[in-house]
C-alpha cells in the first residue's frame, strides 16, 4: 500500500461503501417512523 492511489482508491470506496450503508439504515429508520406517526405504508 505503498502507491498513493491505491490508498486514494480504497479510500474513495470505504467512503462510497459506508455511504451506502448509512443510506439504507436513513431509509429504513424513517419508514418505521412514517409508519407509527401515520399508521400507513411511506410514499413510494
Known amino acids: 500500500m505503498d502507491n498513493d492511489i491505491v490508498r486514494r482508491l480504497a479510500w474513495s470506496g470505504m467512503l462510497t461503501i459506508s455511504g451506502a450503508i448509512a443510506s439504507l439504515i436513513a431509509t429504513r ?16
Do not use: M
Open 29 to 44: 429508520v424513517a419508514a418505521i417512523a412514517y409508519r407509527r406517526f401515520f399508521n400507513e405504508e411511506p410514499p413510494e
